[in-house]
């Protein structure tokens, strides 16, 4: 499974975009690069996911490499809601398994 | 539509008891898949499934076993529970192997 690499926190000001890179350099031709987030005491959530190009959702924008080496979740405006423990996983639709491998994430806080 | 439902929300064990942790998904998901979560730590797949009859080993199988008799129902089975067993455990399912994950709301397991 190939693996993905974040930085372990970050900080953000409310009302303020967001901006949380992902390392995936040993990421395969047909691998989905899928974004969740856990709330406190809750369970992960979907935020988005793409392959090739950058996408957009009503929780947040996907920005995708050229070389896809590497994408970066983009919250427009971060809210107290937000703050949230957020987590980058590559996805193979032809592994044919459905496991997603979590690594540790980024802890994102936001600040009033 | 429920999405995921796990039950029970708590539960606390004596060591050697055993238990069954309930999940069942309402979406026609073929691919589900159980994790843990220790404290301050990332999620760690257990078992899962790609269809009903056939599951197979995650990343910490030890001490668990599952079955997948129905689309619907993944249960995970503690066969002597261990203090070390002490985890918040979420069940997961998708449509596809590389499409949206829905999770539940997680069974916060105390083994004394």
């Known amino acids: 499974d190939a693996k993905t690499t974040q930085p372990n926190s970050m900080e953000s000001n409310e009302e303020e975009p967001v901006h949380l890179p992902c390392n995936h350099s040993t990421i395969s031709g047909t691998d989905y690069i899928h974004w969740y987030r856990q709330l406190p005491s809750q369970g992960p959530e979907y935020v988005i996911h793409g392959l090739t190009s950058n996408v957009n959702n009503r929780m947040a924008s996907l920005a995708i490499a050229e070389d896809r080496k590497s994408s970066t979740l983009i919250l427009h405006r971060a809210t107290l809601r937000d703050a949230a423990v957020y987590y980058c996983i590559l996805r193979d639709p032809f592994g044919n398994t459905g496991k997603l491998i979590f690594g540790q994430g980024t802890t994102l806080q936001v600040k009033p | 539509n429920a999405g995921v439902t796990q039950t029970p929300k708590f539960q606390v064990l004596k060591t050697g008891q055993s238990m069954t942790l309930q999940c069942a998904q309402d979406?026609?998901?073929?691919?589900m898949s159980w994790y843990r979560q220790d404290p301050g730590m990332g999620l760690r797949l257990i078992h899962y499934?790609?269809?009903?009859?056939?599951?197979d080993q995650g990343e910490v199988p030890n001490g668990y076993n599952v079955s997948r008799s129905t689309t619907e129902d993944f249960p995970l089975r503690l066969l002597s529970a261990a203090p070390s067993q002490t985890s918040v455990y979420f069940c997961a399912s998708s449509y596809e192997s590389h499409t949206e994950a829905f999770f539940g709301q997680g069974t916060r397991l105390t083994v004394v």
């Open positions: 979406m026609n998901h073929e691919y």
């Open positions: 499934s790609v269809g009903a009859g056939i599951t």
